[in-house]
């Protein structure tokens, strides 16, 4: 079902998609920034509830600067020094964060209107025309998202895209999830678990350092499951570094596999990421404070929790990471499904 929901600052009309199945779940997608607004999920009691932060307007949108919901592109995440070599070539981004590029610049992917290629029911396909040299990244791109609900209650986001030229993609999603509803408290009582044995250490610009260590015996360790809080203000020098969870982990496994899982004992809900990517960036919203949402509602410090399914941080200047080059005429293809069910 389209809707209009509401008008940017400009007068421009933005509209609003709602997606539903027969198990009661919604989700509603906006073709500005084709960014995931709500997730409506029923919990143990059968109650729904909303479990994505958000704006209840465009203007929200427009406006604001922790990429709720957000498609992000080209580049998710940092590239160190905000510049990269590609086929002997030094290309130079916007520095957005310190004197590094943040996920690729203040041109963002999810300030912009994409065009609505299909939609129906259980689907919408968005499609973003990015020029050669768009945020200083060579090459022309369409690039295709589908946000699919499916009828097991699952939110797949499909990626697609072929450049024109060599060039780097590593897209993902921003979305911020409070299995207890969007705008009840933190989520240092929902349990986390990873899968994934090593994680990407970072210096305080939080650009990898290009070593992969072990999560063994360290606050980073998810493999049999732990509440965020747990261990999220320990005197571990990352955990300093990030004010919390802030870094990439490297998932075991290749091809669509489960990455990650969080569970709400208050909701029942819990949800589970699927990816087929090399590397996942949990991000405990350390850097929300006083965020206006949705409802009246105010967001703050580790009120929610980001499960960004990527490429490592500055791929592209680390030999020894996967890479996110992309070459011309090549297919980029990739897909990311968070997954709910209710645990009585």
């Avoid at 940017?8 to 933005?14: F, M, N, Q, V």
């Avoid at 946000?147 to 699952?154: A, F, K, R, S, V």
Wanted: glycine share 10%; hydrophobic share 35%; proline share 3%.
């Amino acid at each position: 079902m389209k809707e209009i929901f509401g008008k940017l600052s400009d007068g421009r009309e933005i509209s609003l998609f709602t997606l539903k199945n027969k198990n009661g779940m919604e989700i509603r997608v906006s073709d500005y920034g084709a960014v995931l607004v709500n997730v409506f999920v029923p919990d143990k009691n059968g109650e729904k509830r909303d479990v994505v932060l958000g704006y209840d307007n465009p203007q929200g949108y427009e406006n604001g600067d922790k990429f709720f919901g957000a498609i992000v592109g080209r580049s998710a995440n940092r590239i160190g020094g905000a510049c990269f070599t590609l086929n002997g070539k030094t290309y130079r981004l916007e520095k957005n964060d310190h004197d590094n590029n943040l996920h690729s610049g203040m041109d963002f992917y999810n300030k912009r209107i994409w065009q609505v290629k299909e939609a129906d029911d259980s689907h919408v396909i968005f499609l973003l025309h990015s020029p050669d040299m768009d945020q200083g990244y060579p090459g022309a791109v369409d690039i295709e998202v589908t946000y699919t609900l499916t009828e097991d209650n699952g939110v797949n986001i499909h990626y697609h895209a072929v450049p024109a030229a060599d060039t780097i993609l590593n897209l993902t999603n921003h979305s911020y999830f409070n299995l207890d509803g969007e705008g009840t408290g933190t989520v240092l009582e929902q349990k986390v678990w990873i899968n994934a044995d090593t994680y990407t250490p970072a210096d305080k610009a939080s650009i990898p350092t290009g070593e992969i260590i072990p999560v063994a015996g360290t606050p980073m360790d998810f493999r049999t499951g732990k509440l965020l809080g747990e261990e999220i203000d320990s005197s571990y020098e990352a955990l300093k570094l990030g004010g919390g969870y802030d870094h990439n982990w490297v998932l075991n496994g290749s091809g669509l596999r489960k990455a990650a899982e969080l569970l709400s004992g208050q909701s029942g809900i819990k949800m589970e990421v699927y990816t087929d990517l090399p590397g996942m960036q949990v991000y405990t919203a350390n850097f929300l404070e006083d965020d206006h949402g949705k409802n009246g509602h105010t967001y703050g410090r580790r009120s929610a929790v980001c499960f960004e399914t990527q490429y490592f941080p500055d791929a592209v200047n680390k030999e020894q990471f996967a890479s996110p080059v992309v070459s011309a005429g090549e297919i980029y293809e990739t897909e990311t499904r968070y997954c709910f069910s209710v645990v009585s």
